[in-house]
């Protein structure tokens, strides 16, 4: 059987940085805000080339507390729209909601999954003050195309960069330094993985990042002195320890990852199977490798049948969520089928060359 993601040999690599830093945590008697989570926003903010790291207790407050922190700052008010895509996962729409603003869903485009840049001109609206690109998948959406659009209407650019750490632009320009802010989630099955919730924003915003710093800690820049009506939403200090050991190898593990997807693309052949699109570039870090069937329930019992792991990512789009009644009557023709037909196959630092071969032999017999 190959498992779809073994996050226990992912962290293998790491067990005694892991011990050592656990005992360093122990010893130092400083629990919450402490030396690790300065030291990991400094490294994080330097890998991304942003000003700013902020780190917060996941990827959904993350998005949350920049759009709650725009609102302080006056750049964004109640019931103002945010553009999103309609294919994402339902956290970055619930960030908005919970933010008292308004999402408005956007068309994916079928070859990159990502926005479908004519449908989110056509969404623009008066009330429209920002726009959320979620880079899905770990591919960068067309963030020139959308600078652009945004720049031409005033819009805010807020990456929802959850999937994406490490992914770079043509002008070699990462994830969570694009756009005006950025969420990271270090979710433990992301390429930058904590060993639980973990989140960031980035920013250049020197303003944006004071306000987001007091948020994250009910309100607060001084003990007992509350400023803002804030959260509890601070990053871990032993998770933030656990990122510091992991960070130096994202890179190479990102690359890792492409070199298996280079593979897949070039030698599954079959025409049942649509495979990503993808122009080799650093823009993509292959959080998921994402393939399309059109029977996607028989493809799963082949895979199940000849021990291939895998997962759907996401089975109903957020229109279609019992938690989202209000989008119901919506009609998004691509998103749907993305969700009918879309199914993630195994791709990880830890998957051998062997294991790969097999993965390619079982889809080029189905």
Known sequence: MIPFLDLKAINQHFETDFQNSFRQFLDSG???LGSQVKSFE???ARFCGAKHCIGVGNGLDALRL???????LGKLKENDE???ASNTYIATILAIKQAGLNPVL??????????DLESLQKSISEKTKAVMPVHLYGQLSPMDEILKISKAHNLLVIEDAAQAHGAKNEEGKRAGNIGDAAGFSFYPTKNLGALGDAGAVTTNDDALAEVIKKLRNYGASTKYVNELLGFNSRLDELQ???????????????ERRRSIAKKYISEIENDKISLPKYDGSENHIFHLFVVRVKNRYSFIDYLDRNGIGHLIHYPLPPHKQQALLEFSHLSFPITEQIHNEIISLPISPVLSN???ETVISVLNKY
Do not use: M, Q
């Open 66 to 72: 920049i759009l709650e922190g725009y609102k302080i």
């Open 30 to 32: 400083y629990y919450i």
């Open 240 to 254: 933030a320890a656990f990122l510091n050991c992991k960070l130096p190898t994202l890179d190479s593990d990102n």
């Open 42 to 44: 400094a490294n994080f």
């Open 106 to 115: 956007v068309e994916a485009d079928l070859d990159t999954y990502n926005f």
């Open 354 to 356: 062997e294991e790969v």
């Open 82 to 84: 945010v553009l999103v």
